[in-house]
């Protein structure tokens, strides 16, 4: 009785390739106070009939079209029982101890609204156990993200310190009901991608704390999406979500130091690409910069109410201590590979 309630979503989409090792490894976990709660997103492969061949205990909720992961998130959550919301990727695997670890950092200090574990990269092609998918991401004067460990060895005593972090990776986070009801979740104009981080602002905003707890591991398969649905509308809905997220969220002060500099840096990456023959991703820059104008009076509605009804402190009360400026080089690694970055 002294473990709280904890509502476990799960957002699948044709994901017969991973939905039944990610739900056995739940069935595995100590902590068994919870519900979980599968949202399909109108799934054409078997990954339907093997949730409910196999894992009776789920909520199975079907819907008849691709809500993408920030709508579907958003319908599960309004069917959660939780006082706590664990938001988990479908190609994920956790380690037994995981949610006790994470619960338990909730009654430490009662201003922490979200937590994020250590989230490893699974063995695939590319990476090895043990290399650092994310331990969450800071804010940056250019407005692009610090990933902090990115692609290094998770046994680094940087990346296995309890820290807070400007936005937690939405692969894996546990949050407070509480915060749901305040400021509501996702934007489900975020279709997929940077969701999570435009959700993390208005937590902060709301005087909220986000923290990593590095004692909480998973493991993440990654790229899914970007296989799934095409590296150029992944980079559309990147682009457009940070520029909208910020345009929505930020102080005027915060946006006349950071959006000029962080369009100039769009649009160069987009020229980068057209001089590299990747007209597709210069495309898709250029895609994502004329939505947010269209949709600018849209936007500028969403702002007012985050303004006047989320807002409860000042961007510097958060960003200094959740920002970061790595070395110039960092934006170089951030298109050719994070890894060979060094902290």
Known sequence: MDKPFVTIIIVNWNGEDVIDDCLSSLMKQEYKNIEVIVLDNDSKDRSKQIIKKKFKY????????????????????????????????SDTLIMENFLSVLISSFAKNKKIGIVQPKILYKSNSSYKDGTINSIGAYFTSTGFLYYLGYGKNSSISLYSKKKEIFSAYGACMLIRRKVIEEVGLFDPDFFLYFEETDFCVRVWLAGWKIVYIPDSVIYHIGGVSARKFGIEKVYFHSFKNRICSYLKNFEIETLIKVMPLHLFICESTAIAYLLLGKLHLFIAVQKSIIWNIKNLHKTLVKRDKIQKHVRKIKDVDFLLKVGKNPRLSYYIYLFKGLEYYKD
């Open 58 to 89: 789920v909520k199975l909720i079907e819907s008849d079209k691709n809500l993408g992961f920030a709508e579907g998130n958003n319908v599960a959550v309004k069917q959660a029982k939780g006082e706590y919301i664990l938001l988990l990727n």
